[in-house]
Structure formats: structure tokens, C-alpha cells
């Protein structure tokens, strides 16, 4: 009598794996410059040594980054198609400029830190650098999040907060990433205040996963029973949240911060194969 | 009509000349950045389809298949009714509906030889004895269309007829017009990993043809030209049924509403859209951008803000 009401009517898009991987190394990658560079020109006494081993790894997660984007694609040989038109009204065209424009100062950042004779001749070349790239990396982590609600998807078209979570979690990745670096390198002033941040910035990114998570509760409701509901969510909480806040908050071991920098990695990788899965578990 | 398409199958053929590999490459580097200078914008043209009087033939499916030259999906029963296309696809670019609305205690034996049944009045509830519902769904060739906003390439563009149009040689397959669609109708095609949805028949517009789906329905169910001849028929078509005592039947899509734009493709339905597979009310996602822009500049200056103050405290 009904036909066919009842049924999902959108199409989910056949971006599965790949994408909940690039989610992640974007989110790696500008979150990683942002915090670098914010630091480098906010106090470079403290920040800069790291900061300069930080570059070329942001650079790293970059390149991982683009591969994934152009092996999803349906017609990888067509990628350069991406840069035929500029269309801001598309949070994909925009996406694609913001990360072609962003990989060009974080490329010249990258040749400065590997060659530090040069790196001190043209220190005003690096701080513009550093300053050119802000813009567009905020712009490259930013936009993730809104093409996914901007889409007719089941659950990401309610999903108000998930640019808001992504932009958020680069960050607290980024942080997260140099803090690591700090800690190998033995920075002891700059690991210091980056552990205070990643204790602040977990709060924060805890708030926009429950904002996030408000937005998509039927389609979580949907995609898990109510016991797997629970599991995934006390997994997120306690093992994503709870659990390296407590280790940040124990104390300035190497041993603790990297516990907690690995549950963030691990909660922030389950939450983003989490989102990629919502539209294919609609009826 | 026929005259004028044998006319065209006696022309030559187009044949393209040989190129070199380099050639080639820079033609597929290069090519995708020039541009030509548009064709002359002419009267926007769409379908309406009148699912009353749809009958269920499919030779809409099957001439579009034919003149698009799709390749068959292979048989699958689907045990939805007669529906065994099952879904708008890069291979099947309409998709006839079969809804069944008949009781679950309704007896199948057929009306007493003799009785006439008229065809002039349908029923508008379902009557004691049951009803069939039909429709021949296409791409709505939005207005303001989502897949044709999301497309990052230009691929998706609106062509000289207001019709929604891929560009095959643009596409590069990034699947974001296929979750921007609210209908469901664009899919990524396993054979060349593009996106592919029903062109309106673009070749055969511009031979002045009639699409190939309109042109074989027999019942005049799918009506194709310019699309506000079309919408006025459509009305006066929604008045004749009420008169008739049709009172259940409106038009779907003619009109923007405060979510959707008007569809270049629009319907006459005498049950809920729901039951004909449609969203009861189309939303265009990009309605939300700016605010979901603003939240994630929100999200990510609540994380700036708090790493500034720190490191600038923890520098001095």
C-alpha cells in the first residue's frame, strides 16, 4: 500500500576507508602547521626547534593526504580537473584551493627547516611563509566538515556541528602530533605548555563530539544496535577523551604523553570511520 | 518527427584525426582548461509526467537505453511488483515505479465479464477493489541543483536548455553530486568511474528531436517543451482531474517552495510523494552552508584562541 515510502530515497556515495583516512591526515596535516606556526611566531624561543621538524612532517601528511584524494576519485587520471574552475559555493572547489594553496608555503617551510644555514638568512622569508599558509590551512581544515552536511546524506545532512568537531580535532591533533615532538626532542618548555593545551583542547573537542553527536543520534540509532551504541560510545568517551586527559593530566612522563597522544590518534580514527559509515546504514 | 531522424542517421560520420601520445597527453592535460565560447541560451524545456495515466509499459526505459546506447543491468527480481530496475542508475536513466494498493483481505477475482470499467474517472482514495500506481521517474533537472552547486570540476553545468547536464569528458568522478542529490538519482558508473544521470536527450534537443523517452510513450505520460507550456497544461491536466472527482491530485515540483527550487522535471501525483519514492519535501542542503561555515570557524578559533593565550603566556 505504502511503495516505496519507508526507503532511503539519496544514494550513498562510494567514498568508504579512503576517506575516513584522508578525514584523518588532513586534520594531521594543518592542524600539525597551524599549531606549529602559531607557536613559532607567538614565542619562537620556545617553539621553533620543534616547529622546524614539524614542517616537513605536516608536509608528509599532506602528500599521504592527496593520494588518498586522488585514489578515491572515480577517474584518478582526471585529478587536475579539480583545478578547472574556482567555485566557492562548493565546499569541494574551495577545498581543493585552500589545500593547493596551503601545500605552497608549507612546501617553502619545509625547504627552510631542512636547510637551516639558509633558514637564518631569510628569517623574514619563514615568518611570511608562516603567515601566508594560517588563512589557508584554517580554510583546509575547515571545509572538510561542511561538504559532508552540505550533502542530502542521511545523518550528515543533519550534522550542523560537524564542521565545527573536524576543524576542532585538527587542532587537538595538531597539538597532539607536535607535543610528540616535543617530548622526543627533549623540549622540555614547549612540551610543557603543549600539554596544557591538549588537556584544554580535549575538553573543547569533547564539547563539539557531544554537539556533533546530538546532531547525528537517529542516524547512529540507525547504523547500531543499542548495544554496540553504548560500546562505541564509552569507547569514544573513555578511551578518545577520558583516558588521555587523565594521562595529560598525570603527569610530564614520556611514557604518559604518549599513551594519551595515541588514545587521541585511536578515538579521533574511530570517530572518523564512524562518520564515513553513517549514510550506508540507512534502510 | 521520424522524417527528420532518418534524415540525420544518412549523414556521415565524425572520425577523429590520428594524434601522437604527446599530443594526446597534452590534449588530456590542457583540454579540460579551454574553453569554448557557450551556445546561445534557448527556451529552458523539461519533462512532466502525468503518472495517471502512465500504464506500466516501460518503453520509456527501454528507449532510453537504446538511444543512449546503456548497457543492460542484467535481470534481477527484486520482488517489488513489476519493478525490476529497482533504481535510477549510470545505466538506467529512468526507472518506471509499481506501487500496488490493494487490501490485504481484497479478493483477485476479476470484475463480471460485461462490466465496464471508466477509464474517464480514477478513483481518489484507493477504491475497495484496489488501485495500481505507476510512475516513470528521470533526473528532476533542478533549478537550483545541488549536484551542479557541489561539482568542484564544472562538469555539472546548466546547459543552454536550463537543463542539468554532465559533461562526460569534465567529470572525474569525486562522487559529491552523487550525495548532493536529494532524489537519488545521480550514480558513479563502475565502467568508467564517472558520473552519469539522464542528459534530457541534449544530442537530440539540438537536432530539434523530441527526448527518446517522451517520444515512445504511448500514452503521453512523459510530456516533453518548454517549460512553462508545460507547467499550464499540467494545471489545466490537475483541474480536469478534480472535475473529473480526482481531488487528490497535484502537481509535484512546478513551483519553488521555501526549501526547493521548481524541478525542470515535474510530476502529477495523486498519492503521498513518499509512495512514489520522492522526499515529501525536497531540502537544498546549501541552505545550511553559511551557518555550518560559521560553526567551523567557531570550532577551530575556540582551539586558536585558547593555543595563542598559552603560548604566549608559556613564551614569557
Known sequence: ?283 | MASREMELATLPAGSDLPRSRLVALLGRLIGPFRRGAPPQSRPATGFYTDTTVCIGCKACEVACKQWNQLPSDGLHWTGNSYDNTAELSATSWRHVKFIEQFPENASHVAPPSGQRISLEVVPNSVPPQGRWLMMSDVCKHCVAAPCQQACPTGALIHNEFDNVYIQPDICNGCSYCVAACPFGVITRADFDGHAHKCTLCYDRQKDGLVPACAKACPTESIQFGPIDELRERARKRVDELHRLGMTGAYLYGDAPTDTYSELHSFYILVDHPSVYGLPEKPFNQWLTMKGDYVRAVVGGAAAIAVLLVLFLLGGH
Open chain 1, 1 to 283: 500500500m505504502n511503495g516505496y515510502a519507508g526507503r532511503t530515497v539519496t544514494k550513498a556515495p562510494d567514498w568508504h576507508g579512503l576517506v575516513a583516512w584522508d578525514l584523518l591526515f588532513n586534520n594531521l596535516t594543518t592542524g600539525l602547521f597551524l599549531v606549529a606556526a602559531m607557536g613559532e611566531l607567538a614565542a619562537p624561543e620556545v617553539f621553533a626547534s620543534v616547529a622546524r621538524i614539524a614542517y616537513p612532517i605536516a608536509l608528509v601528511f599532506l602528500i599521504a593526504d592527496l593520494i588518498l584524494l586522488v585514489l578515491d576519485l572515480g577517474d584518478p587520471w582526471r585529478f587536475h580537473h579539480m583545478l578547472r574552475v574556482f567555485k566557492p559555493g562548493s565546499p569541494m572547489s574551495l577545498g581543493t584551493w585552500c589545500l593547493t594553496v596551503y601545500s605552497l608555503p608549507l612546501t617553502v617551510a619545509t625547504a627552510l627547516s631542512l636547510f637551516p644555514e639558509a633558514d637564518s638568512t631569510f628569517d623574514w622569508l619563514r615568518k611570511t611563509t608562516l603567515v601566508l599558509g594560517l588563512l589557508p590551512a584554517l580554510g583546509s581544515a575547515a571545509y572538510k566538515g561542511v561538504l559532508l552536511s552540505t550533502t542530502a546524506q542521511p545523518g550528515w545532512k543533519d550534522a550542523r556541528w560537524m564542521g565545527g568537531y573536524l576543524t576542532n580535532s585538527a587542532l587537538l591533533l595538531g597539538c597532539a602530533v607536535l607535543l610528540t615532538l616535543a617530548v622526543i626532542m627533549g623540549q622540555a618548555s614547549a612540551a610543557a605548555t603543549l600539554r596544557t593545551a591538549l588537556a584544554l583542547l580535549l575538553v573543547f573537542n569533547g564539547l563539539t563530539l557531544a554537539l556533533l553527536a546530538a546532531n547525528l543520534r537517529p542516524a547512529l540509532s540507525r547504523l547500531f544496535n543499542r548495544g554496540q551504541l553504548w560500546r562505541v560510545g564509552l569507547l569514544t568517551i573513555i578511551g578518545g577523551f577520558l583516558a588521555p586527559l587523565s594521562l595529560v593530566l598525570a603527569g610530564d612522563r614520556p611514557v604518559f604523553i604518549l599513551a594519551a597522544v595515541i588514545l587521541v590518534l585511536s578515538g579521533s580514527t574511530l570517530v572518523r570511520f564512524v562518520i564515513v559509515k553513517i549514510p550506508h546504514g540507512s534502510p
